[in-house]
C-alpha cells in the first residue's frame, strides 16, 4: 500500500491530463450503456411490431409508426453509437499512451540520476546489469500500476450502470448474476497470496540473466582471448534455463487463475440465461429484453473479468515498484552535508590528518595517514600491491569518506564543500582510458561541455594527440566505438589527457597512466603530463619508480600505513621499503632477481588487492 501512493505522487504534474482521462472514462461508460439498445428496439419494436414506450415515441415522433423508417434510424443509431464508442476509445488511447509514457520516462530519469549519485562502495558491491535491470526493465511499474486504474474505474462504472438497467429489468436476474462476485474475489485473494513471492524470484533471475550479458560485454576481449565463448554461453544459457523454467511455473499459474475466473462467469452468464429464458416463456420478459439483459450481463461479466485479471496482474506490478523504489531508497552515501559550501578556484593546499578507512568486510584499509601538500607539487604514491594508493587518493574527490580523520583543502574540511564544487577542482587521469563511444572532440569536450572547437584543438595539442588525430579519416569527429576501441592505448590516454588540460582544474589525480604503455609512447605521454602538471598540485600514483624520480615528494604506503616520506634521494638513503622496491626494479631492469631481492618485498607483495 504505501508503494502505491507513492506512485500516485508521479502523477500529480500531469494532473490535467489526468482530469481528461476520467471524462472520457465516465464517457467511454455511457456510451456503453447505451449499446445493447438498439438491439432491443430492433427485435421487440422492429420486427415484433410492438409499440415504443412513451419516452422514445415522444423523442422519435417524426419516424410515426413505420417499421422501415424506425428500423433505418436503429440501424443508424446503432452505428453512430459504435462510431462514437471508438472515437472515445482513440481519445482515450491517446491520452493514457501520453501519460504512461511520461510517467514511465520520469521514473527512469530519476532512477537514472539517483544510481550516478551513489557512492562507489554501492557499485563495488553491485552488478552493473542488475542496476540496468532495475532502472529499464523495471522503470515503468510506477506507470503500470497508474494506467490500471482508468480501465478498473470504467470497468466498476460500467458493472454499476448495467446492473442498475438490469435490476429494472428483472431483478432476479441482475441479483442472480452477482452469484458469481464470492469466488472471483476468494480466487484473486487467494492468487495474490502466493504469486508474488514467486515473481520476485522470477524478476531476480531475469536481471541475473541481463547482468551474465553485460558482463559478457564488457569482458568480450578476455572472453576470446581465452576462448571462453563456450563457457560464456554456457553460463548465459544455464541462467536463462532457470529464469525461463520459474517464468513457465508462473505462466502456468496465471493461466490457470484466467481458467477459473473464465469458468466461473461462463457458469454464471449460463444460470442466467437459463432462468430468463423461462421468464420469457412465462411472459415476464420479451425476447428483445432478454437479449438487452444478456448483453448486459455479458457486459457486467467482462468487467468483472477485466477488475479480477487486472488485480491479479498487479502482483508482477506491485514486484517490479518494489525493485524500483529499493533502488530510489537506497542511501547515496556520499552526498553534501548539512550547510556545505561551495569553493571558488582552490590553490591546491592539501592535508591529511589521521585519516582511516575501511571497505566493508575488509578493515583498516587505511590507518592515522597524516601528510601536507604544498600548492604545485608532485606528489608520488608508492607501495605494493594492495597497499591502499588508489584508495588514499579516491578519498580526495569523495568517491569514499573516511570513517575518521580529516582532509582539508585549503583549510577547509572537504566535507564542508559542495560535492560539485569540490570535483571541480580535481582532474583525472586513470590507468585505463575510459572513453565515450562518441566523436574524438566530443570525449575531449567532457572536460569542459562549453568548449570551443578551438580550444578543444588547444588541449590535443597539449596532449601530443593533435598530430594522430589529424591523420585518422574524420579527424576530430571521427566515432571511436564503445570505450573508445578504435584507438591505441596510448591514443586513448592522450584523449584523457586532453580531457584533462581542457578541464584546467588545480588539482590533478594521476592514477598510474602510463603502466600499461610500451616505453616510446610513455615518453610522448610523460611529455604531455609534464606541462599538464605544471602550476598544478599533482598525485601522481606510480609502480615504476623511474617516473617519480623528480616529484617534491613520495608517499610510502604499506598494509595501509604511510611508512615513508621525503624526496627520491631521502629515500634510497633510509634504506626502507622504498629502497626495497627501487632495489627490485634495478635488478629487474639489469639482470635475474637475487633471492635476497625476492624474499625483502615477498611479504608486501602478498598482501589483497585495493
Not at 544 to 573: C, F, M, P, W, Y
Not at 574 to 583: D, I, K, M, N, P
Request: charge should be neutral; glycine fraction near 6%.
Amino acid at each position: 500500500m504505501k508503494y502505491s501512493r507513492r506512485a500516485f505522487r508521479y502523477l500529480m504534474p500531469y494532473w490535467r491530463l489526468a482530469i481528461v482521462s476520467v471524462l472520457l472514462i465516465v464517457l467511454a461508460s455511457a456510451v456503453g450503456l447505451l449499446a445493447p439498445w438498439p438491439l432491443q428496439i430492433l427485435i421487440d419494436n422492429v420486427l415484433q411490431n410492438q409499440p415504443l414506450p412513451p419516452w422514445l415515441a415522444d423523442w422519435l415522433q417524426f419516424v410515426g409508426q413505420n417499421p422501415q423508417s424506425l428500423l433505418v434510424v436503429v440501424v443508424v443509431g446503432g452505428l453512430l453509437i459504435t462510431l462514437l464508442q471508438n472515437l472515445v476509445n482513440v481519445l482515450d488511447n491517446f491520452v493514457n499512451a501520453r501519460l504512461e509514457q511520461t510517467i514511465v520516462l520520469d521514473l527512469r530519469s530519476e532512477l537514472f540520476q539517483h544510481a550516478q549519485r551513489l557512492d562507489m562502495s554501492f557499485h563495488d558491491r553491485r552488478r552493473s546489469g542488475m542496476v540496468i535491470y532495475a532502472i529499464n526493465s523495471q522503470g515503468d511499474g510506477v506507470a503500470r500500476l497508474i494506467m490500471a486504474v482508468p480501465p478498473l474505474a470504467q470497468s466498476l462504472l460500467t458493472l454499476i450502470g448495467m446492473f442498475w438497467i438490469t435490476y429494472h429489468l428483472d431483478a432476479q436476474l441482475a441479483i442472480l448474476s452477482l452469484c458469481v462476485v464470492p469466488v472471483l474475489y476468494l480466487s484473486v485473494r487467494h492468487y495474490m497470496a502466493r504469486i508474488q513471492p514467486c515473481l520476485q524470484e522470477v524478476r531476480t533471475m531475469e536481471g541475473e540473466s541481463l547482468s551474465i550479458v553485460h558482463e559478457a560485454m564488457s569482458m568480450l576481449r578476455v572472453i576470446v582471448a581465452f576462448g571462453r565463448e563456450g563457457h560464456e554461453f554456457k553460463r548465459f544459457r544455464r541462467q536463462g534455463e532457470k529464469a525461463v523454467d520459474a517464468r513457465v511455473k508462473i505462466t502456468v499459474r496465471q493461466t490457470f487463475f484466467s481458467l477459473i475466473v473464465n469458468s466461473t462467469t461462463a457458469a454464471g452468464t449460463a444460470l442466467v440465461l437459463g432462468i430468463g429464458a423461462k421468464h420469457v416463456l412465462d411472459g415476464q420478459l420479451s425476447v428483445g429484453e432478454l437479449l438487452v439483459i444478456m448483453a448486459y450481463i455479458a457486459a457486467v461479466y467482462q468487467p468483472l473479468e477485466a477488475i479480477s485479471t487486472t488485480l491479479g496482474s498487479l502482483q508482477e506490478v506491485f514486484v517490479s515498484i518494489q525493485m524500483a523504489f529499493k533502488l530510489l531508497d537506497t542511501d547515496t552515501g556520499i552526498k553534501d552535508d548539512p550547510g556545505a559550501r561551495p569553493i571558488d578556484r582552490a590553490l591546491g593546499h592539501i592535508r591529511y590528518e589521521d585519516v582511516q578507512f575501511s571497505y566493508r568486510g575488509r578493515e583498516d584499509t587505511l590507518r592515522d595517514v597524516s601528510f601536507e601538500v604544498s600548492p604545485g607539487q608532485l606528489v608520488a604514491v608508492v607501495g605494493p600491491t594492495g597497499a591502499g594508493k588508489t584508495t588514499l587518493i579516491s578519498l580526495l574527490p569523495r568517491f569514499y569518506d573516511a570513517q575518521s580523520g580529516r582532509i582539508l583543502l585549503d583549510g577547509q574540511n572537504i566535507r564542508e564543500l559542495t560535492l560539485q564544487s569540490l570535483r571541480n577542482q580535481i582532474s583525472v587521469v586513470l590507468q585505463e582510458p575510459l572513453l565515450f563511444s562518441g566523436s574524438i572532440a566530443d570525449n575531449i569536450r567532457y572536460g569542459r561541455l562549453d568548449a570551443t572547437d578551438d580550444e578543444i584543438i588547444a588541449a590535443a595539442r597539449n596532449a601530443n594527440a593533435h598530430d594522430f588525430i589529424l591523420k585518422l579519416p574524420k579527424q576530430y569527429q571521427t566515432e571511436l566505438g564503445e570505450r573508445g576501441a578504435q584507438l591505441s592505448g596510448g591514443e586513448r590516454q592522450r584523449i584523457s589527457v586532453a580531457r584533462a588540460f581542457l578541464k584546467d582544474a588545480p588539482i590533478l589525480i594521476l592514477d598510474e597512466p602510463t603502466s600499461s604503455i610500451d616505453s616510446k609512447t610513455e615518453a610522448v605521454i610523460l611529455d604531455a603530463l609534464d606541462r599538464l602538471m605544471a602550476g598544478r598540485t599533482t598525485f601522481m600514483i606510480a609502480h615504476r619508480l623511474s617516473t617519480i624520480r623528480h616529484a617534491d615528494k613520495i608517499l610510502v604506503i604499506n598494509q595501509g600505513r604511510q611508512v615513508e616520506q621525503g624526496s627520491h634521494e631521502e629515500l634510497l638513503t633510509q634504506r626502507g621499503l622504498y629502497h626495497q622496491l627501487h632495489e627490485l626494479q634495478k635488478g629487474r631492469s639489469q639482470g635475474p632477481l637475487t633471492s635476497a631481492m625476492v624474499d625483502s618485498t615477498s611479504h608486501a607483495n602478498m598482501e589483497p588487492a585495493t
